[in-house]
């Protein structure tokens, strides 16, 4: 997917990133995927902190994969590399406890940027992109088979509401009207139509609706269990959260007021 841009043409893949383990030393073959994240300006990586909340070996380091023909003055550095892996440094947690993570990571957003504000009105068009479903296999030579297939999503803006998030407790949360499978965690909320990142993916929402309700026949004895009809939505960290999020990477001010 590309978009104009004044100096050309902009691919969404340059800005939003897998993350991924790789070894601290020798060549960085990726050893598990663990998420989507994006960058914000100069040097700064956000996505959620259950991506990288599991403690690695000291042999091991969280990193970002970053494709080759979208980076192309870093392909004389791995010339065989479809990805470039970069380290990410100083990962933390969002101060106030949310599940959202900040690092450093070696280079720049090129367009990707944060809005001047969230959510305008419920019904908003958004749109995202990350990396759900990818596959993490065994690999009969060093690390991980690992195949980042990237994808597109695009829906709307439905409720907003204060959730109590298990881990990470209470939440300001936009409900999105678009899927959410496993891996897309960490993926930018994105107004359509623009760059503007107005969120962050961190999960889906479940509800249940009673179709029919469990009863027993009663010449057979024979139960029909309860059937449930189950609707998930995609849930975000609302706009606020994103912009107060800080950390070394941002100095230690706001990301908002840093950017």
């Given at each position: 997917?590309?978009?104009?841009?004044?100096?050309?043409?902009?691919?969404?893949?340059?800005?939003?990133?897998?993350?991924?383990?790789?070894?601290?030393?020798?060549?960085?073959?990726?050893?598990?995927?663990?998420?989507?994240?994006?960058?914000?300006?100069?040097?700064?990586?956000?996505?959620c902190?259950?991506?990288?909340?599991?403690?690695?070996?000291?042999?091991?380091?969280?990193?970002?994969?970053?494709?080759?023909?979208?980076?192309?003055?870093?392909?004389?550095?791995?010339?065989?590399?479809?990805?470039?892996?970069?380290?990410?440094?100083?990962?933390?947690?969002d101060?106030?406890?949310?599940?959202?993570?900040?690092?450093?990571?070696?280079?720049?957003?090129?367009?990707?940027?944060?809005?001047?504000?969230?959510?305008?009105?419920?019904?908003?068009?958004?749109?995202?992109?990350?990396?759900?479903l990818?596959?993490?296999?065994?690999?009969?030579?060093?690390?991980?088979?690992?195949?980042?297939?990237?994808?597109?999503?695009?829906?709307?803006?439905t409720?907003?509401?204060?959730?109590?998030v298990?881990?990470?407790?209470?939440?300001?949360?936009?409900?999105?009207?678009?899927?959410?499978?496993?891996?897309?965690s960490?993926?930018?909320?994105?107004?359509?139509?623009?760059?503007?990142?107005?969120?962050?993916?961190?999960?889906?929402?479940?509800?249940?609706?009673?179709?029919?309700?469990?009863?027993?026949?009663?010449?057979?004895?024979?139960?029909?269990?309860?059937?449930?009809?189950?609707?998930?939505?995609?849930?975000?960290?609302?706009?606020?959260?994103?912009?107060?999020?800080?950390?070394?990477?941002?100095?230690?001010?706001?990301?908002?007021?840093?950017?």
């Amino acid at each position: 997917m590309t978009e104009s841009r004044t100096e050309g043409y902009y691919d969404i893949r340059r800005d939003v990133l897998p993350i991924v383990v790789v070894p601290r030393e020798g060549y960085p073959i990726p050893k598990g995927y663990k998420g989507t994240g994006f960058l914000l300006g100069k040097g700064v990586f956000v996505t959620c902190h259950h991506c990288v909340a599991d403690p690695v070996s000291e042999e091991e380091t969280y990193a970002v994969a970053l494709p080759i023909d979208y980076a192309p003055e870093l392909r004389n550095k791995t010339p065989d590399a479809q990805y470039f892996v970069s380290t990410l440094h100083d990962v933390e947690q969002d101060s106030t406890g949310l599940d959202l993570a900040i690092a450093q990571v070696g280079f720049d957003s090129v367009g990707l940027h944060l809005a001047q504000e969230g959510i305008r009105t419920i019904g908003e068009d958004v749109r995202t992109y990350g990396y759900p479903l990818t596959e993490d296999l065994p690999h009969s030579g060093e690390g991980r088979a690992l195949s980042f297939r990237g994808r597109y999503l695009k829906g709307y803006s439905t409720c907003n509401y204060l959730d109590d998030v298990p881990v990470y407790g209470p939440t300001l949360t936009e409900e999105l009207d678009l899927p959410a499978p496993r891996g897309l965690s960490g993926a930018p909320v994105i107004r359509t139509d623009s760059l503007e990142v107005i969120g962050v993916v961190y999960g889906t929402k479940d509800y249940g609706t009673i179709e029919e309700f469990s009863r027993v026949d009663e010449a057979t004895g024979e139960r029909t269990p309860e059937l449930q009809r189950i609707t998930t939505f995609a849930v975000a960290h609302m706009f606020d959260s994103l912009y107060n999020l800080s950390g070394n990477a941002t100095e230690g001010m706001h990301l908002g007021r840093y950017l």
